[in-house]
């Protein structure tokens, strides 16, 4: 029996592509649309919703229409509402929605809510190669990549990276002035899964990358929201499943 195509939300701030020549020559239509079009040509069912739209474009029908929600922020993390935040980490811990955090979005509000840490890290935009080793080759995330991939121009990430210990290490990134850096991790956070994936500044056109948007592919089925899935009674429960007898 096939396995059913998770339901794709794509969160984009569409803000860099406006203002900067250089990113909107890479992104036409927006880093949201460029993450899209792989997914959909997967035969993945994807919708996208930008910072500026009511609510984010986040709402409770929306994020409950979602199987795993991709996440791409850079500058404007201040501007997303915190009852959106927890409207997307209930849903993520409640009742197992996936999310996906690309690149700049470790320092984004509901990655932060769900890893209950700074986020810090080092970082430096000086086009330089970057190789990102696949150390969990059994990983579904690292399936249909090689040893590594190889980027000719990205922003370094540098160690130390100051989030909990992940669950699932699958990429491991050597810069070409020296550093390294866990860009492929993957927690697991109530019912749900959340995967960070380094890789993506905004002045490189990274996201065209065919093993890149075959990683995103890959994440985005791992954290997928399980089919069936219900979550548990929680609260209070007057009514015990045994009888209890009374006690004198």
């Not at 890479?26 to 035969?43: F, M, V, W």
């Not at 995967?195 to 990274?206: A, D, L, S």
């Given at each position: 029996?096939?396995?059913?195509?998770?339901?794709?939300?794509i969160?984009?701030?569409?803000?860099?592509?406006?203002?900067?020549?250089?990113?909107?020559?890479?992104?036409?239509?927006?880093?949201?649309?460029?993450?899209?079009?792989?997914?959909?040509?997967?035969?993945?069912?994807?919708?996208?919703?930008?910072?500026?739209?009511?609510?984010?474009?986040?709402?409770?029908e929306?994020?409950?229409?979602?199987?795993?929600?991709?996440?791409?922020?850079?500058?404007?993390?201040?501007?997303?509402?915190?009852?959106?935040?927890?409207?997307?980490?209930?849903?993520?811990?409640?009742?197992?929605?996936?999310?996906?955090?690309?690149?700049?979005?470790?320092?984004?509000?509901?990655?932060?809510?769900?890893?209950?840490?700074?986020?810090?890290?080092?970082?430096?935009?000086?086009?330089?190669?970057?190789?990102?080793?696949?150390?969990?080759?059994?990983?579904?995330?690292?399936?249909?990549?090689?040893?590594?991939?190889?980027?000719?121009?990205?922003?370094?990430?540098?160690?130390?990276?100051?989030?909990?210990?992940?669950?699932?290490l699958?990429?491991?990134?050597?810069?070409?002035?020296?550093?390294?850096?866990r860009?492929?991790?993957?927690?697991?956070?109530?019912?749900?899964?959340v995967?960070?994936?380094?890789?993506?500044?905004?002045?490189?056109?990274?996201y065209?990358?065919?093993?890149?948007?075959?990683?995103?592919?890959?994440?985005?089925?791992w954290?997928?929201?399980?089919?069936?899935?219900?979550?548990?009674?929680?609260?209070?429960?007057?009514?015990?499943?045994?009888?209890?007898?009374?006690?004198?």
């Open positions: 029996m096939s396995t059913p195509s998770p339901r794709v939300l969160w984009n701030e569409f803000r860099h592509e406006r203002r900067d020549e250089t990113v909107r020559s890479h992104y036409p239509q927006g880093i949201h649309e460029a993450l899209a079009a792989p997914l959909r040509a997967a035969g993945l069912t994807v919708d996208t919703a930008t910072l500026d739209e009511p609510e984010h474009g986040l709402t409770e929306r994020l409950n229409a979602a199987d795993t929600l991709v996440w791409w922020g850079h500058r404007a993390h201040a501007e997303v509402s915190d009852a959106v935040v927890e409207r997307v980490k209930r849903r993520v811990t409640e009742h197992g929605m996936g999310l996906v955090a690309l690149h700049s979005s470790h320092f984004s509000k509901p990655f932060m809510a769900l890893m209950g840490t700074g986020c810090y890290l080092k970082h430096r935009v000086a086009a330089e190669k970057e190789r990102l080793w696949v150390v969990d080759p059994g990983h579904p995330v690292a399936a249909g990549i090689a040893d590594f991939i190889e980027l000719d121009r990205e922003e370094m990430y540098g160690e130390p990276f100051d989030v909990p210990p992940p669950d699932d699958v990429f491991l990134s050597w810069f070409q002035g020296g550093e390294v850096f860009s492929g991790c993957g927690w697991r956070r109530g019912l749900g899964r995967f960070y994936f380094r890789p993506g500044h905004e002045t490189y056109p990274t065209h990358h065919p093993q890149i948007q075959r990683v995103i592919l890959n994440a985005v089925r954290a997928a929201r399980p089919e069936g899935l219900e979550a548990p009674v929680r609260g209070r429960r007057e009514t015990p499943l045994e009888p209890i007898p009374p006690r004198s």
